[in-house]
């Protein structure tokens, strides 16, 4: 039979395990790898990045390709014209489709 603190420590050892295991397994995913027909040229590359954004509104898109086509830490950066008159940027990081 066992003791409580045996339990304990076998507990505590199977959560250290599973985080290492996890933790190993996110850091060895890396980005997806892009198709070689997507980035062949610049040309390729941007045709590539239309089809993935293209499409009706509420449509599935493909993130995994989109990230495929950039380094990791990649941003997009479009401007707009602001209410006032003015302009401005959005910093959209490309990896979580988020702003900053």
């Given at each position: 039979m066992?003791?409580?603190?045996?339990t304990?420590?076998?507990?505590v050892?199977?959560?250290?395990?599973?985080?290492?295991?996890?933790?190993t397994?996110?850091?060895?995913?890396?980005?997806?790898?892009?198709?070689?027909?997507?980035?062949?040229?610049?040309?390729?590359?941007?045709?590539?990045?239309?089809?993935?954004?293209?499409?009706?509104?509420?449509?599935?898109?493909?993130?995994?390709?989109?990230?495929?086509?950039?380094?990791?830490?990649?941003?997009?950066?479009?401007?707009f014209?602001?209410?006032?008159?003015?302009?401005?940027?959005?910093?959209?990081?490309?990896?979580?489709g988020?702003?900053?």
């Amino acid at each position: 039979m066992r003791t409580t603190s045996q339990t304990f420590v076998r507990g505590v050892l199977a959560l250290v395990l599973l985080a290492g295991v996890s933790g190993t397994a996110r850091a060895q995913e890396g980005p997806p790898v892009a198709a070689a027909e997507d980035v062949e040229s610049a040309n390729a590359i941007i045709a590539a990045v239309y089809e993935v954004i293209s499409g009706p509104a509420g449509a599935e898109r493909d993130w995994d390709r989109m990230r495929s086509l950039f380094f990791p830490g990649a941003q997009l950066t479009p401007s707009f014209e602001s209410p006032d008159g003015g302009y401005g940027v959005q910093h959209v990081r490309v990896a979580t489709g988020s702003g900053r």
